[in-house]
């Protein structure tokens, strides 16, 4: 791939990207409110029914406009337009990136009209076995309605769907029990299936590759379970897949009709909108589903079209850039106020992380700035309570992401209100902190001891400047949730591009895969001499005394 311009510090913007960030270092962001009192107008940006604040983040309009420089510096514009032209922006790997072929709706050919005919094909084989599920026309081998749906899957396979069917538990009335099972010790499969009718469940094995060791290892468990219980011929209606290895799911006995298509251009962290949202579907239903992917073009059409200083997942994008590579602020803390976004900051890790956690550039070369920032959350509320004290005096120090809903996502408005107040609250206090002045003063009005005043000052300062982004929209509904994660999938290809790297590709996980493999045997039986490392075999001497 011809990448011709100059990623991160060889880009020429990069030196007075530093000058800034020196000079706003040196100023609390309240003193920018102070200095701007129309700070919120110039630093927020609404679109597609998302309001981004950025006014706490510590930037004013010259740092603005210079980040701005650095994405035409990088090229971003010619990025983007060659991901949307299906050109290979995944090198290593030689492959398209059409995720966004995947919510585009009908007659938009996006992708080529042959990609386009694929998506909507399948879409639509998808969403009528989702519809036949939810529904209860497609029954079990003993003609039973399912009532519990079991994903299998990992990574990209797991985290999407399992995420939206928790976002969107509101919109699941009247569908069978969603459960997903990732992990392989076997846990979680066990802990679903003590209770699960084997007459009534169905089994969704979802793998890109269809070789995954984890998933592979849950599925074979799974089927082996209900073909102890319902006997082998019922395999097949027990069993859908998604992959892009028709072959293997074939072989693994799922039934023909219940088999589902993905392509080598749909990354695995990108794949919630194909047919690997298969448990989302059966779980929101079909309308649901379609608003979910209006959600996500709606912001593709946006990334596409509006000019950078509009732009929401650039701007979103290039604040994360001066966070990490000018500011110093390597972590970013996702903290949803609404609870059925738990699962949201999981998602992102995989997202943000195995996407950008690279360190050579797209030629090979070694990165020269830092990349991939470090995610981490919680739903919010539940933070306050456990990690927020670091954020407030620790000293690694963080930025921080607050997503918003205005209306509460269970009909609870009252209780919303306060979840509003909390993050309100924290990203005033997170800006503007406290100074030993002000902390001073309200000691000496409660009269305590002077000894005791100034014992108490430099633990109750708070810093403050802590930079956020408040995300607030209307309500988690299939559209916001749409939007959100193609807010933050865009951000992240932002991000690459300045830094230079290939978002696309993940060739860091499989040497553990490789080795997983190679360790099995000798896990198993260590007494055998496996041709293993002497620290792991002496090891594993103790894990066989001791597993008995
Ligand atoms: O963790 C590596 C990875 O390849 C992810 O990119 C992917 O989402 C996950 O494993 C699962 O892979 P598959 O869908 O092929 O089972």
Redesign the pocket.
Known sequence: MNVTTSPGPASGVWGKLQTQAARLAALPVRELFERDPRRFARLSRTAEGLLMDFSRQRLDASALAELLQLAEAVGLRERIDAMWRGEHINPTEDRAVLHIALRQPPGAALGGAAVEKLVMDERAHMLDFAAGVRGGTIRGSAGAPFTLVVNI?????DLGPAMGVQALRAYTAGAPRCEFVSNIDGVHLAEVLEAADPRTTLFIV???????LE?QTNARSARAWLSARLGAAAVPAHFAAVSVNTRAMDEFGVHPQYRFQMWDWV???YSVWSSIGVTLAIAVGRDNFLEFLAGGHAIDAHFRSAPWQQNLPVLMGLTAVWNNNFLNLPTLAVLPYDDSLRRFPAYLQ?LTM?SNGKSVLLDGRPAECQTATVVWGEPANNAQHSFFQLLHQGTPRAALDFLLPARSSCGNQPQQNLAIASCLAQAEALMAGQSAGTVRAELERQQLPPARVAALVPHKVDPGSRPSTIVLFRQLDPATLGKLVALYEHSVFTQSVVWGIDAFD?WG?ELGKKLTEQLAPAVEDPAAGHAAPAAVLELLATVAQWRG
């Open positions: 899957g990992i990574g990209g396979s979802c793998s890109k590759t269809f070789t995954t998933t990354g695995g962290r995989q195995e993940q996980v």
